[in-house]
């Protein structure tokens, strides 16, 4: 059990001598003064989805400070993203840094004029953490457009392989491409699977299957989805009935490749859906979903855009599949500030320039924080802090659920590190959970129909106690 | 004439004292530095665009330093996008600030979290230049993105019309979003123009018809395009012609409309279309378009990505039209490393939360710079400084035309300030004149099949004379 004596230890406390040890709340939630500014804000910027308006410089580690100066024990960290707590004083010192005003200053255009110091930047950043198996990278803005420029490497993959490696592009494809038209702007696809969330731009919102409200009215690519096994938890007590229920998906899956007929460039998958609900596949699916699609010339791509950098106990979640050939393309974000894909050999970059390409491709200011956040981890050994933060909250949440069945259900995420959820009784008592939370000082978020998700930042320890124990509370009156 | 001592009182004197008053080659194009490096980044990220590399941190005012210490005039500035010249100490203060010092480390989910100076940072920067009639803003992190949250907001707006605005969202409509397909994914469109760009990504790209290398192997929406008008320049030479062309192109743009029968959502345009060309129409042009889109219930999104933020000698390009009603969006990014569009009513916000949403919503950082810029713009007179700089361009280049009318024709940009491009005799000519340039010392770039642009930042005075000098060079002897 967790002790302050134990916390003194921990990055959190070596980061942040000055965190507070609890929440502290001096108004209702929301306070007076967020609900004034929001309401002044909504008038220039749409604030529907806001929670709350937050003031950063007086933050601090895993506590977030509202306008109202009310301090919440953050476990959502700005929808999965903030990864080494709130003004973390070794990211402050690479922002104050000279290559860091050079980033903000002089914002290079990437892919025609790069900086002499761009390779460093990736090597011994984002590179040097680079799945097994991947050795390149290109950049880009968020993880919507990671994926989308996965997608396009996919397409084009696919079309030079049908093509030949030497042969020119018609003219047929040259005029019609220019009308929207195949054989220059094909009819291929990428298959997702349902409940997935790949993103909101207009190629990854047609891979994106988890509610109707972030795709309703918008157009939409007719891509296929295929089913995405529903498992029963805990995973270790249910091997047989999901071992049955992945192999009914995987074969719909190949029903539906066969279907198509060589027009699926790739596959997308999230090693835990997250938006979706949290919901968890075992490595022997992730294997055969590797075996088929490496079978059927299509590529794989892992979209570790909420899973990826260390919350799920490994570095990359899909690390812990043990597949026998490396996933074709990892896209990723939040965590890192920062986006791209990785890939693994030339093939997957377009044999023309310009065809992988956008004004800024990438940004140097984020990719300086996200070497700075790989550079602390390393030293801090915070991935095997993840995993034993999780595995020690995994184990309080498997007591509540066994005490009130009632209240948490469907608990998941054993052995991957702090990635845990549960189900609600329903959508209303979620987000009554969610709210009586945050007015008993914590910040925690939903995902699913209903369910809870933990996505803290990589640095607390002691303050979970407290939120186990707000929980015990709430789940005890509500 | 401009002369030494009228460069003293320019901003890029005030600005650079130390700014060199000529390029400074120390080795041939490209240095065998950049050669060397750019082989070594290309091992791990695509560098086959890339022209050289660049050391931002030796780069001063309106010159570029490459890896080998040449320093180019740059007349490109990263694609149109550098406003105030490299290394500008105003926006080094801005870098160096406590507010973005915490954008940086703490980057906020926006939408849900927005900070106590985010709507501040808007009022007095971004929004303190809205155009005439908007004046509410959201925020994205590129153009192509930008232009993608506009097309989303677009379709919305058009079911929301159709369906009417208490209307809910019917079962059928939940149900087919989920497989893509209509009602609930509707087969709507965005009509572009013919050699339009409005970027990369899926739904942009569809809207891109400048290049078929954008385009080839992705898969695109079946959206329409028009034709748009080829003028003869100059243009108050060609009047009558001219009148007729834009006519024709706006017949056959109501023919389309008529035929796709209130499935056109948008009409995306550019002022001026840059990549495709640096095409020209005349504000009757955009005025006939504005009466068709408001007689047909179609929107109209001006991509000012590459004409915004006073490159046109007016702040926005549009602002030269006289439009009887404003745009109903505007979307930019470049010069405001920074990228949003403006709408002006609270129809084109979607009644519901999560429509228009995405992890980031923007970037603080990426706004506290646009608010910078936006207040040297303001301080330091640029939008006249760059009208009065363009008609000084664009008269010395009409004298060239005069003289060398093989090597320089359809010069275009009269009175839309240093928004300026002309056309090579073809592509091969085109070609070896921007490496001769280079080899020369200055940096500039092409668009279209065979034209030649100028972009360059706000604040060069002086500099142009010895553009002007090489070209005459060039043009003499290419």
Not at 124 to 142: F, M, R
């Amino acid at each position: 059990m967790p002790t302050a004596s134990s916390n003194s230890h921990s990055p959190s406390a070596a980061y942040f001598p000055d965190e507070p040890e609890l929440p502290r709340l001096v108004t209702s939630f929301p306070g007076p003064a967020s609900a004034k500014y929001l309401k002044s804000l909504g008038e220039i910027f749409d604030t529907k989805a806001a929670y709350m308006l937050c003031d950063y410089q007086k933050s601090i580690g895993n506590y977030l400070c509202d306008a109202d100066g009310n301090l919440y024990l953050d476990v959502y960290a700005q929808i999965a993203s903030i990864a080494l707590g709130y003004n973390n004083p070794a990211l402050i010192e690479i922002a104050k840094s000279p290559e860091m005003i050079d980033a903000i200053v002089n914002r290079p255009a990437l892919g025609n004029f790069p900086s002499i110091q761009w390779e460093g930047i990736l090597r011994e950043g984002l590179l040097s953490v680079a799945p097994h198996g991947l050795d390149k990278i290109w950049t880009s803005l968020a993880g919507s457009d990671a994926n989308e420029a996965a997608y396009k490497a996919a397409f084009i993959y696919h079309r030079l392989r049908q093509r030949g490696k030497n042969a020119k592009f018609s003219d047929a494809e040259m005029e019609s491409t220019m009308n929207n038209s195949a054989p220059g702007s094909p009819d291929l696809a990428i298959l997702s699977f349902e409940k997935a969330f790949h993103g909101r731009l207009f190629g990854s919102l047609s891979t994106t299957r988890s509610n109707p409200i972030h795709k309703l009215d918008i157009p939409a690519f007719k891509w296929p989805k295929a089913p995405f096994p529903t498992l029963k938890y805990p995973l270790d007590q249910n091997e047989e009935y999901n071992r049955k229920e992945e192999d009914d998906c995987l074969t719909e899956l190949e029903i539906i490749i066969k279907d198509w007929d060589d027009r699926i460039s790739a596959v997308v998958v999230e090693p835990i859906q997250s938006e979706g609900g949290d919901n968890h596949a075992t490595p022997y699916f992730f294997q055969q979903l590797r075996e088929i699609t490496k079978k059927n010339n299509i590529l794989l791509i892992i979209d570790e855009v909420q899973t990826g950098v260390a919350a799920s106990g490994t570095f990359w979640a899909h690390e812990q599949w043990n597949l026998s050939t490396p996933p074709d393309m990892v896209t990723f974000s939040k965590k890192f500030q920062a986006a791209g894909f990785f890939y693994g050999n030339d093939e997957l970059r377009p044999q023309q320039p310009f065809r992988q390409f956008n004004t800024w491709c990438g940004d140097p200011s984020k990719a300086l924080i996200a070497r700075g956040i790989v550079k602390e981890i390393k030293e801090k050994n915070l991935v095997s802090q993840v995993a034993r933060v999780g595995e020690y909250l995994y184990d309080a949440l498997s007591s509540l659920q066994d005490k009130h069945p009632d209240k948490i259900s469907n608990l998941r995420g054993k052995g991957r590190g702090t990635f845990i959820a549960w189900d609600a009784p329903n959508l209303a008592a979620r987000n009554k959970f969610l709210l009586d939370m945050k007015a008993a000082g914590i910040n925690i978020g939903g995902c699913g129909l209903h369910s809870v998700r933990l996505r803290p930042s990589m640095c607390d320890f002691l303050r979970f106690t407290y939120l186990m124990m707000l929980m015990t509370l709430n789940s005890t009156f509500i």
